[in-house]
């Protein structure tokens, strides 16, 4: 242009800048077939495919032989329509498909999405189909008819139809056409590599089999705690070898400890039967209180070796110590005592020879602080392991081995459902429990109603609390004043000494025993104790 020349007038439009258009009314709606006709025919989109026209019923159902599409890749064919690779060109009169292909199969890979559409209604594109490499548009086929030949599964593989990958061909170590492949056998070959091996034979527990169950199991959720041993790992045999390995156990530990404390001792350990280890009696005291402690730890032991579980779900059903309501015990325990020492003394005050039978000896006379504050101090920090320990083998082991016995359900006839019912309550196992714990004491006569009274009791709490801390609490308080009372008047070297006892000492503690049940159970509904494993 030259640039001298004028300038065209304002009102002439400029040739190439297009006359706005009207603005359009918002509130009508655009009308389908005058927008279909201004559009006009659409040129297909550079270096992609043209959708075939639709069938019409002026060419008897078949397609245009124009608008045809093509395989990506793949020279443009005449009006003759779509031409497989590898196969003869077809004539005029619309797209046929390869040979092997049926007209009630969609087309292979590399057809259009509306081909594909129209072929399956409702057919959608599946997830991530972009990274699928072959497939025009990222429109996979049905999985059930292959991949396109010559895509590869993965960078680096070599691509579907090659010799030994793929359904395209036998490769070496492929058995004849029909018969099974001996997938996971040697000289199987995988998909998209030659000669790679298989993964070997994985253990049970692997992820590709599933989970190895734990080696500890713990109860399920709403367990009492006398059976708190009915696990899945449990077994009929668990609680009998479990109790021959703790007998066991406690036997080899007696005779270590004796041997070493012998060791380390200045005094001797004496040669008769009568239960004293050593000539002092405190030293003598302190020994047996220390082989009765370690019954604990060896409880635990059992507990998680033997019957696969949780070792403290032996101590409640929150597999822990609750010290906080163990602290808690301790105050009805402190009334019991109160009330047990305040009984006897008006008792004695009443009836003076009542119980003139069964003393054995002289009162005694207090000893003095200098010979009372160590003894007092070996009970006091021994005490409540001795009586902890009692506790775990015969309120926790014991009475979890026979609850554990107990069936699941209650199915059958009414005798057979009253029978279950009654081995399921922990009744069975409280008076197993409380008998092995009066024959491991050397009580006899009243003293034995007594002390089996004590231990159904404590049984008994500890099933409605669902922990030992209500038997740990009161028998160390009881085994404290206990071993206290001989140490301050002197009679410490008798502390074995396990006799009978008056009628008056059963009768004055069911008083006792009651007021701290009763002191237990407000406390525990106070306090939301668990009852059961949570």
């Known amino acids: 242009m030259d640039p001298h020349q004028d300038p065209p007038p304002a009102d002439t439009p400029s040739p190439t800048t297009p006359e706005p258009a009207a603005a359009a009314d918002p509130r009508e709606l655009p009308d389908p077939e005058a927008t279909?006709?201004?559009?006009?025919?659409?040129?297909?989109?550079?270096?992609?495919?043209?959708?075939?026209?639709?069938?019409?019923?002026?060419?008897?159902?078949?397609?245009?032989?124009?608008?045809?599409?093509?395989?990506?890749?793949?020279?443009?064919?005449?009006?003759?329509?779509?031409?497989?690779?590898?196969?003869?060109?077809?004539?005029?009169?619309?797209?046929q498909p390869p040979v092997g292909w049926s007209p009630q199969q969609p087309p292979p890979y590399g057809a259009p999405p509306q081909a594909q559409q129209a072929q399956y209604p409702g057919a959608q594109q599946y997830p991530g189909a972009a990274q699928y490499p072959g497939a025009a548009g990222g429109y996979p086929g049905p999985a059930q008819y292959g991949p396109a030949p010559g895509s590869q599964p993965y960078p680096g593989a070599p691509p579907y139809g090659a010799p030994g990958v793929g359904p395209y061909g036998p490769g070496p170590g492929y058995p004849p056409p029909g018969q099974p492949q001996p997938y996971g056998q040697p000289g199987y070959p995988p998909y998209g590599q030659q000669g790679y091996q298989p993964y070997p034979p994985q253990p049970y527990g692997h992820p590709q089999?599933?989970?190895?169950?734990?080696?500890?199991?713990?109860?399920?959720?709403?367990?009492?705690?006398?059976?708190?041993?009915?696990?899945?790992?449990?077994?009929?045999?668990?609680?009998?070898?479990?109790?021959?390995?703790?007998?066991?156990?406690?036997?080899?530990?007696?005779?270590?400890?004796?041997?070493?404390?012998?060791?380390?001792?200045?005094?001797?350990?004496?040669?008769?039967?009568?239960?004293?280890?050593?000539?002092?009696?405190?030293?003598?005291?302190?020994?047996?209180?220390?082989?009765l402690g370690v019954l604990t730890p060896l409880v635990l032991l059992t507990v998680r070796w033997i019957q696969r579980r949780p070792a403290f779900s032996v101590a409640s059903v929150l597999q822990k110590i609750r010290w906080r309501w163990l602290a808690l015990c301790c105050l009805p325990g402190l009334a019991y005592l109160v009330l047990n020492i305040a009984l006897g003394n008006a008792f004695d005050a009443l009836f003076p020879n009542a119980d003139a039978g069964t003393d054995t000896g002289d009162d005694g006379s207090w000893v003095g602080w200098a010979h009372f504050v160590v003894p007092a101090l070996v009970i006091l920090v021994?005490?409540?392991?001795?009586?902890?320990?009692?506790?775990?083998?015969?309120?926790?082991?014991?009475?979890?081995?026979?609850?554990?016995?107990?069936?699941?359900?209650?199915?059958?006839?009414?005798?057979?459902?009253q029978l279950k019912r009654l081995f399921r309550s922990p009744w069975p196992a409280l008076v197993v429990s409380s008998v092995a714990f009066v024959f491991g004491h050397?009580?006899?006569?009243?003293?034995?109603?007594?002390?089996?009274?004590?231990?159904?009791?404590?049984?008994?709490?500890?099933?409605?609390?669902?922990?030992?801390?209500?038997?740990?609490?009161?028998?160390?308080?009881?085994?404290?004043?206990?071993?206290?009372?001989?140490?301050?008047?002197?009679?410490?070297?008798?502390?074995?000494?396990?006799?009978?006892?008056?009628?008056?000492?059963?009768?004055?503690?069911?008083?006792?025993?009651?007021?701290?049940?009763?002191?237990?159970?407000?406390?525990?509904?106070?306090?939301?104790?668990?009852?059961?494993?949570?």
């Open 36 to 95: 279909a006709d201004q559009a006009g025919p659409q040129e297909p989109p550079a270096g992609g495919w043209q959708p075939p026209r639709q069938r019409s019923a002026e060419n008897g159902g078949q397609q245009q032989p124009t608008g045809g599409w093509q395989m990506p890749g793949e020279r443009p064919q005449d009006s003759a329509g779509w031409q497989a690779p590898g196969q003869p060109p077809v004539q005029p009169g619309g797209w």
């Open 209 to 291: 089999f599933g989970v190895k169950e734990p080696r500890v199991v713990p109860a399920p959720v709403g367990t009492p705690f006398h059976r708190m041993a009915r696990t899945p790992a449990h077994r009929w045999w668990r609680p009998v070898v479990g109790s021959i390995v703790l007998g066991l156990l406690a036997m080899f530990t007696t005779i270590f400890i004796i041997v070493v404390w012998d060791i380390i001792s200045p005094n001797d350990v004496t040669d008769d039967d009568s239960g004293v280890f050593f000539n002092n009696p405190t030293e003598d005291i302190a020994s047996n209180l220390v082989l």
């Open 382 to 417: 021994l005490v409540p392991f001795q009586s902890a320990a009692e506790e775990f083998v015969f309120r926790g082991w014991l009475v979890q081995a026979v609850g554990a016995y107990g069936p699941d359900n209650t199915d059958g006839r009414p005798f057979v459902r």
């Open 442 to 534: 050397g009580y006899t006569g009243w003293a034995m109603a007594d002390i089996f009274l004590f231990a159904m009791t404590v049984g008994w709490l500890t099933i409605r609390t669902g922990g030992l801390e209500t038997g740990i609490a009161l028998h160390s308080i009881n085994n404290i004043i206990a071993f206290m009372i001989p140490a301050a008047l002197g009679q410490l070297s008798d502390w074995s000494d396990q006799g009978g006892a008056h009628w008056s000492v059963f009768v004055l503690d069911l008083p006792c025993i009651a007021l701290y049940a009763a002191g237990v159970l407000w406390l525990a509904k106070r306090n939301n104790i668990a009852q059961v494993s949570r």
